[in-house]
């Protein structure tokens, strides 16, 4: 008798631990892919759009737009020579935007060397992107840095006269930090 009941016990808990992981795939969390609809209305592109609509208001009628700018990278403040996907993607829309407001830009894809003096405590265009910015007729460089708190990303963008250094326009905005942009953080390069 023993056997038949120990037999049934294990049937028994057979069923109740497939009933018990049945429960758990149903009450499981199940991620949804976004729609087209979510993604024409993200709220990204607008964010950085307005970022360089505030460039662009600021230098009305100081560039002309025969003459090209360069866009460099936007690049971690606590090490410039970093910088992530989200940075790499700030500087890709503020260019496109510049560019639909009749702008010619030259794209230069992130490169230390290039981008800043890795000694200097502060924001500074080196000698090459001077040259850079020379060879190529270019009037203003777009550079930019971001800091990352708990839950927002911050950024500083400024536009610069190559001749002087000195920043001819100015924004600074706040991103958050969620399950859209972390991921992109988290790709530091």
Do not use: W
């Not at 830009?105 to 060397?113: G, P, S």
């Amino acid at each position: 008798m023993m056997t038949l009941k120990n037999t049934v016990l294990a049937a028994l808990a057979g069923v109740l631990t497939i009933g018990a992981a049945g429960c758990a795939t149903e009450t499981a969390t199940v991620r949804k892919d976004p729609t087209y609809e979510q993604a024409t209305t993200n709220p990204l592109i607008p964010a950085n759009y307005a970022a360089a609509d505030s460039l662009l208001a600021q230098l009305q009628g100081r560039l002309a737009t025969e003459h090209p700018l360069i866009v460099a990278t936007v690049v971690n403040i606590d090490a410039l020579d970093r910088s992530s996907t989200l940075g790499r993607l700030i500087s890709e829309q503020v260019s496109a935007r510049f560019t639909l407001a009749g702008h010619r830009m030259i794209e230069m894809k992130f490169r230390n060397n290039v981008y800043m003096a890795r000694d200097q405590g502060e924001l500074m265009l080196t000698r090459e992107i001077r040259d850079i910015a020379s060879s190529h007729n270019a009037q203003a460089v777009i550079i930019g840095t971001y800091a990352q708190s708990s839950d927002m990303v911050f950024v500083n963008l400024k536009v610069i006269d190559p001749e002087n250094n000195i920043a001819m326009a100015v924004h600074d905005y706040a991103l958050p930090l969620d399950a859209m942009t972390r991921p992109m953080m988290r790709a530091a390069r």
